[in-house]
């Protein structure tokens, strides 16, 4: 069953659970046979020593029709690249693991500095635009999927049902974004969408007025969620954005490049937990503090380039406004929450809507005192005509790190 959720433009396929995960693993890997499948694992090497990426490589053991797994691998010196790569040789599918820090990879990356190309930062958005650039390189995979490494509460069902408004080729999906409950421990999580994202949507309506744009992402149940599924055909063209905003930054990109109709959200789970961010309110740098702030220039870079003026007045009258917003939504999730016997830590809760509204004004003065400022890399597009040969030197160089530093090395 779909239905259509607030403004009648994504389809949202829900999770009715009247097929088995036999039925729907064994349709998915039919189709897997002329659209090949490939996953992409974004990975710090912390999670490597954290409770959830083990059942997570557990649970994908058992996926039949993954063509390949991709591993983007941050922060890691040799020695933990060499342990990362006997960690995912457990997986039984083809996979490699992308040292992004390994003196190949950082030549590459002043190779694209040289040429005004390189990700101006590090972070999940540098990482995932890594894995895409060797997805295209192997040009093999007709969709690719991708989740994050901390899901404890992960399943096998999850990627099953992300992946197949995708794979299906009688469905018209370009691209499927998965969302969830955010309940765990007995309590309401999500607070960046509770908390910063709804409220903050509701406000700009109310401050800029209507855009088709805040109706398409107030109809996503939860932006912020890491899962995605997409046809590989959109990859070369897409913008990633280098900060914290990255989940919002691939949904302006499908908003930008795809009809409505192309996109969908699909509902993957009943149980979803992962590892929380602290609030982080004494740094800014860093925390729920710093992805709040690049959420918000996401979206206010996304409504100038379609034509919305924003001034320091807009950015003060945007902030009281928010901030009434999220009191009131705070009060429905706090109802909500009792009713259904969840833990509700109101103060904490408010204090954290102080914060996000401060980090409104904050991603407003940024963006008006950086106008130049590149929100996005270059698309994989603009590296291949920039440098023809780069893309193929870069899948040299991740086998070049594999041969050179193995397990046992």
Not at 331 to 351: C, I
Request: hydrophobic share 40%; net charge negative.
């Amino acid at each position: 069953m779909a239905d259509f959720h607030q403004n009648g433009n994504i389809a949202t396929l829900h999770n009715l659970r009247t097929r088995s995960l036999e039925e729907l693993t064994y349709e998915i890997e039919a189709f897997s046979h002329t659209r090949k499948i490939t996953l992409i694992l974004p990975c710090l090497y912390s999670e490597l020593e954290g409770p959830a990426l083990q059942n997570i490589l557990n649970e994908l053991a058992q996926v039949p029709y993954l063509h390949r797994i991709i591993i983007g691998l941050d922060r890691a010196d040799e020695a933990q690249f060499r342990h990362a790569r006997a960690f995912f040789a457990q997986l039984p599918q083809t996979n490699v693991v992308i040292w992004n820090d390994s003196p190949r990879m950082l030549e590459l990356g002043a190779r694209l500095d040289e040429m005004g190309l390189a990700p101006q930062e590090p972070g999940k958005g540098k990482n995932v635009w890594t894995c895409l650039g060797y997805l295209m390189a192997c040009a093999d995979s007709a969709v690719m999927a991708i989740h994050d490494c901390d899901i404890t509460t992960y399943e096998r069902g999850m990627l099953a049902r992300l992946v197949y408004p995708v794979v299906n080729p009688t469905f018209p999906y370009q691209v499927a974004k998965g969302f969830y409950p955010r309940i765990g421990d007995n309590k309401m999580n999500g607070r960046v969408t509770r908390l910063l994202v709804s409220p903050l949507l509701i406000a700009l309506k109310r401050v800029i007025g209507d855009r088709d744009y805040l109706d398409y992402l107030r109809s996503f149940r939860y932006p912020l969620s890491g899962e995605f599924a997409m046809r590989t055909g959109i990859l070369p063209d897409l913008r990633i954005p280098s900060d914290w905003g990255l989940e919002i930054g691939v949904l302006s990109e499908a908003w930008r490049n795809l009809a409505p109709k192309a996109v969908c959200q699909v509902e993957i789970s009943d149980a979803y937990d992962h590892k929380h961010q602290d609030l982080s309110e004494e740094d800014a740098s860093t925390g729920l503090s710093r992805m709040s702030t690049d959420i918000c220039k996401s979206i206010f870079r996304k409504l100038a380039a379609d034509g919305t003026t924003f001034t320091g007045n807009t950015f003060r009258t945007l902030k009281a406004t928010y901030y009434r917003s999220a009191l009131d939504l705070l009060e429905a999730y706090y109802n909500d929450a009792k009713m259904n016997g969840l833990a509700v830590d109101r103060h904490r809760e408010e204090q954290s809507i102080e914060l996000f509204a401060e980090n409104i004004m904050r991603a407003g003065q940024i963006f008006i005192d950086k106008p130049s400022e590149a929100p996005f890399i270059p698309t994989w597009n603009r590296v291949h005509a920039a440098d023809p040969s780069f893309l193929t030197d870069f899948k040299a160089a991740a086998a070049a790190d594999l041969d050179d530093f193995s397990p046992q090395g």
